[in-house]
């Protein structure tokens, strides 16, 4: 009797890009309403504003139409609890839990419906855990000597045989196989399908599982830590050497740090100052924090990860042989070797270094064009010199993604703020970059195989694909994200067209793109509102509010990984067919493990 198992295109189905574009649509939708009839009657919100904040908050594009002070506490209590859920953090959470949850499901699965003959050594029942010991003490029902000599996989592309190239993933105690033609899944090649067999794809469903279960509680500490810690440290420090500028807009001093912390690591922007962050210009410790949070929440995300991820591993590695905590160093290496697999928003060591590299030019830009353009400007020049220098740091911070203000827009050098456009507009890019380079660099060093000609061709040809890649990344960007915001900038103002023709200043075209730039990338700086502590988009019609939600909600699905991304995507099922030797037809329906 043999078993048969492939991987296969399974049919469309609702998957991470659909319950991200269905979250982000009818979440909104019903919290606006309760946010409408939460209103109080001497500070009525119209519906389309209720709307337009609720839509800004959970997007974290951090604009507002009414000042925040003004609302109330169940109001702002809402916008910070749509921060939180809108977070791109939090969502992943879910999602690893999912895939953790579908893995289990398989793998379970698979453990009751293995041949009696696999399972003489577990002549006693028991509940199934998969760890990666049952790979190494044999548990695994994998055929090593196949998998050692080299697998013929029937598929493939025009029906041609592979032969699955093997990698390891050494540990100091052990080796982990993996199958070429399974860390393809990790790239993307072919949709994110490959042929695999059945010993193939079990250790690594059983590893990935591990992995899963590792992130699971990783990535909710993570989350969990920074917040918490960051808005108690906040919350003191406001209630004990700035409590004045809570007071005055009528907030309580530690609500003020809690929910300046959660907007800073969400990346929403949204204060309950009125004039967001210029009263704490000189508040060294406030800033320090804000912009570590800022960081850790968005930009730099992938690289804190990894860090923290790669000194788990070096302590589990210190630990003595036969520690209980020991078992989980390969799941940890798996992860750092094979990000791609396990986690869409971790990568590779030499895509992160890039990606940090990345974080401190732009940045550096943002920063030094500050101090650069300040030295004529006397609202920054009023600024202490040493506070002066740090308020730049914050600014660049959030202009990247933060969306917090320590002075003024409004009142900025012009070429600044042409600067800050570019820089919002280039907000996700390098994370994005990352990950598809990321894709390339896995599928080109998957080790020798029968067609590749020597180091370097192998070198030659990724200097070229990289080349490729990023000119390919330059014209997606300029046909996508150009005339997404090219439509919109031309319809806000030809709504606005009335108020151009009283105030052509105010309702420059260029404010307009700075404030729809600013929604699209979900930064949330903004130049401002005539008469009023809010964003620019407060003194527009209902009906540009209307199209700027459009356009927020539209930037927050900027990026997304594609549906065919293998690490979003669920282990569907398994099904195992019998069939009797010399008794297999080509019109028999082969079965196989999907991944949707």
Same mark, same amino acid.
């Given at each position: 009797?043999?078993?048969?198992?492939?991987?296969?295109?399974?049919?469309?189905?609702?998957?991470?890009?659909?319950?991200?574009?269905?979250?982000?649509?009818?979440?909104?939708?019903?919290?606006?309403?309760?946010?409408?009839?939460?209103?109080?009657?001497?500070?009525?919100?119209?519906?389309?504003?209720?709307?337009?904040?609720?839509?800004?908050?959970?997007?974290?594009?951090?604009?507002?139409?009414?000042?925040?002070?003004?609302?109330?506490?169940?109001?702002?209590?809402?916008?910070?609890?749509?921060?939180?859920?809108?977070?791109?953090?939090?969502?992943?959470?879910?999602?690893?839990?999912?895939?953790?949850?579908?893995?289990?499901?398989?793998?379970?699965?698979?453990?009751?419906?293995?041949?009696?003959?696999?399972?003489?050594?577990?002549?006693?029942?028991?509940?199934?855990?998969?760890?990666?010991?049952?790979?190494?003490?044999?548990?695994?029902?994998?055929?090593?000597?196949?998998?050692?000599?080299?697998?013929?996989?029937?598929?493939?592309?025009?029906?041609?045989?592979?032969?699955?190239?093997?990698?390891?993933?050494?540990?100091?105690?052990?080796?982990?196989?993996?199958?070429?033609?399974?860390?393809?899944?990790?790239?993307?090649?072919?949709?994110?399908?490959?042929?695999?067999?059945?010993?193939?794809?079990?250790?690594?469903?059983?590893?990935?599982?591990?992995?899963?279960?590792?992130?699971?509680?990783?990535?909710?500490?993570?989350?969990?830590?920074?917040?918490?810690?960051?808005?108690?440290?906040?919350?003191?420090?406001?209630?004990?050497?700035?409590?004045?500028?809570?007071?005055?807009?009528?907030?309580?001093?530690?609500?003020?740090?809690?929910?300046?912390?959660?907007?800073?690591?969400?990346?929403?922007?949204?204060?309950?100052?009125?004039?967001?962050?210029?009263?704490?210009?000189?508040?060294?410790?406030?800033?320090?924090?804000?912009?570590?949070?800022?960081?850790?929440?968005?930009?730099?995300?992938?690289?804190?990860?990894?860090?923290?991820?790669?000194?788990?591993?070096?302590?589990?590695?210190?630990?003595?042989?036969?520690?209980?905590?020991?078992?989980?160093?390969?799941?940890?290496?798996?992860?750092?070797?094979?990000?791609?697999?396990?986690?869409?928003?971790?990568?590779?060591?030499?895509?992160?270094?890039?990606? /940090? &590299?990345?974080?401190?030019?732009?940045?550096? %830009?943002?920063?030094?064009? =500050? #101090?650069?353009?300040? $030295? !004529?400007?006397? +609202?920054?020049?009023?600024?202490?010199?040493?506070?002066?220098?740090?308020?730049?740091?914050?600014?660049?911070?959030?202009?990247?993604?933060?969306?917090?203000?320590?002075?003024?827009?409004?009142?900025?050098?012009?070429?600044?703020?042409?600067?800050?456009?570019?820089?919002?507009?280039?907000?996700?890019?390098?994370?994005?970059?990352?990950?598809?380079?990321?894709?390339?660099?896995?599928?080109?060093?998957?080790?020798?195989?029968?067609?590749?000609?020597?180091?370097?061709?192998?070198?030659?040809?990724?200097?070229?694909?990289?080349?490729?890649?990023?000119?390919?990344?330059?014209?997606?960007?300029?046909?996508?994200?150009?005339?997404?915001?090219?439509?919109?900038?031309?319809?806000?103002?030809?709504?606005?067209?009335?108020? /151009? &023709?009283?105030?052509?200043?105010?309702?420059? %075209?260029?404010?307009?793109? =700075? #404030?729809?730039?600013? $929604? !699209?990338?979900? +930064?949330?700086?903004?130049?401002?509102?005539?008469?009023?502590?809010?964003?620019?988009?407060?003194?527009?019609?209902?009906?540009?509010?209307?199209?700027?939600?459009?356009?927020?909600?539209?930037?927050?699905?900027?990026?997304?990984?594609?549906?065919?991304?293998?690490?979003?995507?669920?282990?569907?099922?398994?099904?195992?067919?019998?069939?009797?030797?010399?008794?297999?037809?080509?019109?028999?329906?082969?079965?196989?493990?999907?991944?949707?």
């Amino acid at each position: 009797m043999s078993w048969h198992c492939r991987i296969y295109r399974s049919p469309p189905r609702f998957g991470f890009v659909s319950f991200h574009h269905v979250y982000f649509t009818f979440v909104p939708l019903l919290a606006s309403i309760v946010f409408w009839v939460s209103s109080k009657s001497s500070f009525s919100i119209s519906y389309v504003d209720s709307l337009f904040l609720v839509v800004s908050a959970m997007t974290g594009a951090g604009l507002n139409t009414v000042d925040l002070s003004k609302m109330t506490t169940w109001q702002q209590i809402m916008l910070c609890f749509l921060i939180f859920c809108g977070g791109s953090i939090w969502i992943s959470v879910w999602l690893i839990a999912a895939r953790r949850r579908s893995f289990q499901r398989l793998l379970s699965r698979e453990y009751r419906d293995r041949p009696s003959a696999q399972t003489d050594t577990d002549s006693v029942p028991r509940p199934w855990r998969a760890t990666f010991d049952d790979v190494s003490r044999g548990e695994c029902p994998i055929d090593r000597n196949a998998l050692s000599a080299g697998l013929g996989i029937q598929g493939g592309i025009n029906g041609f045989r592979r032969v699955a190239q093997l990698r390891h993933v050494e540990s100091e105690s052990r080796s982990f196989t993996v199958p070429a033609s399974v860390e393809k899944t990790s790239t993307g090649q072919d949709g994110g399908t490959a042929d695999a067999s059945v010993n193939e794809m079990q250790p690594i469903c059983r590893i990935e599982y591990e992995a899963l279960s590792i992130l699971s509680l990783v990535v909710p500490l993570y989350l969990v830590i920074w917040q918490l810690f960051g808005c108690i440290g906040l919350g003191a420090w406001i209630a004990n050497n700035r409590p004045a500028a809570a007071y005055t807009n009528g907030v309580n001093p530690w609500w003020l740090g809690v929910f300046n912390g959660i907007s800073a690591f969400n990346n929403s922007g949204m204060s309950l100052t009125d004039t967001n962050m210029i009263p704490f210009q000189t508040a060294h410790y406030l800033l320090i924090t804000m912009s570590f949070m800022i960081l850790a929440g968005n930009t730099a995300y992938p690289v804190f990860l990894r860090f923290c991820l790669w000194s788990i591993s070096r302590l589990l590695k210190s630990l003595p042989a036969g520690h209980a905590f020991t078992r989980w160093k390969p799941c940890v290496e798996y992860t750092l070797n094979y990000p791609g697999r396990v986690y869409h928003q971790l990568f590779s060591a030499r895509h992160t270094w890039w990606l /940090f &590299s990345m974080v401190i030019l732009l940045n550096g %830009v943002s920063w030094a064009a =500050f #101090e650069l353009f300040g $030295a !004529y400007n006397p +609202v920054i020049q009023s600024i202490p010199s040493g506070s002066r220098i740090l308020d730049g740091l914050f600014q660049a911070f959030a202009v990247r993604a933060g969306g917090f203000y320590v002075v003024p827009i409004a009142k900025l050098n012009i070429g600044l703020l042409v600067l800050y456009v570019i820089m919002m507009y280039l907000t996700p890019f390098p994370v994005i970059v990352t990950k598809r380079h990321g894709k390339i660099s896995e599928q080109r060093h998957q080790g020798p195989t029968l067609h590749s000609s020597g180091a370097g061709s192998l070198e030659e040809e990724e200097r070229v694909s990289l080349c490729k890649f990023i000119t390919q990344q330059v014209r997606g960007l300029q046909a996508d994200d150009v005339g997404v915001l090219a439509c919109a900038v031309f319809v806000i103002s030809s709504i606005e067209a009335s108020n /151009f &023709s009283r105030d052509p200043v105010s309702y420059s %075209v260029f404010n307009i793109l =700075f #404030e729809t730039v600013s $929604a !699209y990338g979900c +930064v949330g700086v903004s130049t401002g509102a005539r008469k009023k502590n809010c964003s620019f988009s407060g003194d527009w019609h209902d009906w540009s509010k209307l199209v700027l939600c459009i356009v927020m909600l539209q930037g927050r699905h900027r990026g997304l990984p594609a549906s065919t991304d293998y690490a979003v995507r669920l282990a569907d099922k398994v099904r195992h067919r019998s069939d009797q030797e010399g008794n297999e037809t080509g019109s028999q329906k082969p079965v196989g493990v999907s991944f949707c």
